[in-house]
């Protein structure tokens, strides 16, 4: 059976959105084009923004309805990434706190995609 390896974000500007996302997680795409960009992440997950005015059927969504969750080792690591985020100037929708599964804050990619970077309750 097969699994999805592929996530797709739909964004206004995918050359953007594609530097956005090449600097955040610190990889060079391996296909771009005006329209989309595509990433493989370690691990192996293959990441794509695909700019919305481009795709079929017509997206009808906005972004927010999902988050990209971004596991770290542990508090330390969950300040870090906030201190990183604040000053690159990307938005920060929820500082940094305690929820049920462990340390967490959430930030927003320049289209409103949720970020959420957490370190684990053990």
């Known amino acids: ?23 955040l997680f610190d990889v060079s795409p391996i296909e771009q084009s ?16 695909w700019a919305r005015d481009a795709v079929k059927p017509a997206v009808s969504a906005s972004a927010g309805a999902m988050e990209i969750a971004i596991p770290v080792a542990d508090k330390a690591q969950v300040e870090q990434w906030h201190q990183q985020f604040r000053s690159q100037d990307i938005t920060i929708a929820q500082t940094p706190e ?13 289209d409103g995609h949720r970020l959420r970077v957490y370190a684990p309750s053990r």
């Open 1 to 23: 059976m097969s699994h999805p390896n592929l996530i797709i974000l739909y964004v206004r500007d995918a050359e953007f959105s594609s530097a956005f996302y090449g600097t």
């Open 34 to 49: 005006n329209d989309f960009a595509m990433f493989v992440l370690a691990g192996g997950l293959r990441f794509g923004v």
């Open 98 to 110: 305690y929820m049920d599964f462990g340390y967490t804050f959430t930030a927003l990619d320049p």
